[in-house]
């Protein structure tokens, strides 16, 4: 068993650390001695998860749950723990203050504590820098055990384990778990690194823990695998049915011409306007995932069984693009594909009131093959073996191959005209790269001025938005900082029935409350248009959004894909180019 300390001991290291290649050194380290049933555990939480994503299990905590248990834990008042962090900004820290001045005054909190060596923590000193009991195992149980619970009695059986981690842990380990609970641990370790970790700690090649991680989507499993047996362990790695991969992506292009540059021949289809799915085929039994790799099967039986009628292999696993359409045929708005995936109940109607229609544009695997690996053109010609062509509700899209960008310029006029996105211009001998967003998917849309941003925060509105959160506080990434940088607020573009929704989705997210001004979790990404981007010191990002307005709500990305400050300083330099 190792310790939970030591992988504290870890995070606090890594904190104080610039460089990515002193991070990978520090983590290889650590993953050479730590204990082989903790292996995995230790990859998912190191970059602040606790489940690898594919399980699409979520620990699901809102931060109040958190707040009630630390309250508990602590003996202090929810109104102390909600100062705390109007003070601090940050429940790691707040967690930390909560028990360590708990601990000095030997209150209710100390009876569950053994404290081995007060001074045994680094830059934590006196009474709070003591070290708790738990193994990084037990700490892991526990909060699956937060993430099982359900049902009558849920609420307070989470309250309970959590209690109990902050109990047996000492302050700053308390401070950690916190974090790891709120999905917000963010020391600066994210899956490249974990990736080069691997390779060092085990002395495998990268480029094959790379490939490893692509085809299972799971680096606690390729840690294990690289320990276990090495290289060769590694090669022996597959895509499986039933359990998702990520998406491979696309990147912008200016103008078709300029993609063609890049390319002999080209591949041309339409980009749909709909939403991503994986299709996984084993047997009779059908999965769905969407591009955040959420199991979306059941709120989709119509496409399940097309899905079931249309494709020929036993086993299979498929990547398109779902549309909702409507009694013509053509493509209705993004939000009623999002409302069909989200959809609990009543299912058999709503896939009646709006019908889908998938369009498959690529193959992952089939029959005992995979086709990762080969070019665009053999996994289209086998999709196509595949999938009958009169089969309801889905299809195989067109695909053109071309030398002509003028032939690309009529496939764009047409799509535009279906009222769809633009065209995909792709690579024929490019393999399918999951997770990735590279050259050989290109993406050629109309508007190319919106931005992913995250909302970090809001304000209660007045008047007729009383008891709403009346605007959005905005934030992209940073991913050397490793930190949300603000970029603005967006009030317009809201209609009052959106803005019920959202105060509603916001609810479980808000964190902190000061009078109006709201800090909330960063979790939901909009979709934002603007004019212009400017140059702005009032704003961390350094720059303000001119007439920003919300597009849409993107429910189908996570927080990982908003954009960066680095894409927005090139935007910036591009604008004024
Ligand atoms: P956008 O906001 O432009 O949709 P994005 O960031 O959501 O971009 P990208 O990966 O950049 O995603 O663009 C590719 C997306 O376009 C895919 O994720 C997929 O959902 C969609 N798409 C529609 N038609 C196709 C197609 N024929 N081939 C590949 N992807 C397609």
Redesign the pocket.
């Known amino acids: 068993m190792t310790q939970f300390s030591e992988f504290t001991d870890i995070c606090i290291k890594v904190e104080s650390i610039p460089g990515s290649l002193e991070m990978t050194d520090v983590f290889a380290d650590f993953l050479k001695n730590v204990d082989d049933d903790e292996l995995a555990v230790s990859c998912y939480m190191i970059m602040g998860e606790i489940f690898p994503a594919w399980t699409g299990k979520k620990l699901g905590l809102g931060p109040n749950l958190l707040y009630s248990a630390l309250s508990k834990a602590a003996g202090i008042s929810l109104d102390k723990i909600k100062a705390l962090l109007r003070e601090t900004g940050d429940v790691g820290e707040t967690t930390y203050r909560a028990l360590c001045d708990d601990k000095k005054s030997q209150s209710t909190f100390s009876s569950f504590f053994v404290a081995e060596d007060d001074e045994n923590e680094e830059g934590n000193g006196s009474a709070c820098g003591t070290k708790g009991r738990l193994s990084i195992r037990e700490v892991y149980d526990r909060l699956k055990e937060i993430a099982d619970a359900s049902g009558k009695g849920a609420q307070s059986q989470k309250i309970k384990s959590l209690q109990f981690l902050f109990a047996e842990s000492s302050p700053v380990e308390a401070k950690y778990i916190s974090r790891i609970a709120l999905e917000e641990l963010r020391i600066g370790i994210g899956e490249g690194i974990v990736r080069d970790s691997i390779a060092k700690a085990f002395d495998v090649p990268v480029n094959q823990v790379e490939f490893a991680f692509m085809v299972t989507n799971d680096l606690g499993e390729v840690a294990a695998a690289s320990k276990r047996g090495g290289a060769d362990a590694l090669s022996h790695q597959n895509i499986q049915v039933n359990r998702p991969v990520k ?1 491979m ?2 990147q912008v292009t200016t103008s078709i011409e300029a993609a063609f540059a890049e390319l002999d021949e080209a591949a041309v ?4 306007d709909g ?2 799915l994986q299709i996984h085929k084993n047997g009779d039994e059908i999965e769905l995932f969407t ?1 955040r790799l959420e199991n979306v099967t059941n709120s989709l039986p119509d496409v399940v069984k097309a899905v079931s009628s249309a494709v020929t292999a036993e086993n299979a696993v498929l990547d398109g ?1 779902a549309v909702a359409i409507d009694e013509n045929g053509n493509p209705r708005p993004f939000q009623d594909i999002l409302r069909r995936f989200r959809r609990k109940y009543d299912v058999e109607t709503t896939s009646r009131d709006i019908p889908i229609h998938v369009n498959l ?1 690529d193959l992952l695997y089939a029959d005992g093959v995979s086709y990762i690996e080969k070019p665009l053109t053999e996994r289209r010609q086998r999709l196509s073996d595949i999938v009958k062509t009169d089969a309801k509700g889905i299809s195989v ?1 067109e695909l053109q191959i071309t030398k002509d960008p003028e032939v690309a310029a009529d496939i764009y006029q047409a799509a535009l005209a279906a009222g769809h ?1 633009g065209i ?1 211009i792709k690579n024929p001998t490019s393999p399918y790269s999951p997770g990735k ?1 590279g050259k050989n ?1 290109l ?1 050629k ?1 109309p508007v190319m001025d919106t931005l992913d941003l995250v909302v970090i925060g809001g304000e209660w509105g007045s008047g007729k938005r009383k008891n709403k959160i009346g605007s959005y506080v905005l934030a992209c990434f940073d991913n050397i900082k490793n930190v949300y940088l603000e970029i603005g607020r967006v009030g317009t573009g809201l209609s009052d029935e959106l803005l019920d929704t959202l105060t509603e989705q916001f609810a479980d997210l808000i964190e902190a409350e000061d009078g109006v001004t709201l800090k909330i979790k960063p979790e939901v990404v909009f979709e934002i248009a603007f004019e212009e981007i400017q140059k702005s010191p009032n704003y961390p990002a350094g720059y303000a959004l001119r007439f920003p307005r919300l597009v849409r709500v993107r429910d189908d990305k996570t927080i990982e894909e908003i954009d960066t400050i680095e894409k927005i300083d090139r935007m910036y330099q591009g604008q004024k180019e």
């Not at 289809?269 to 749909?272: N, P, Q, V, Y």
Request: no cysteine; hydrophobic share 45%.
């Open positions: 998406m992506l696309a289809e339409w980009k749909f939403a991503r591009r693009e544009f899209d996105e995909m967003r998917w993406k849309k």
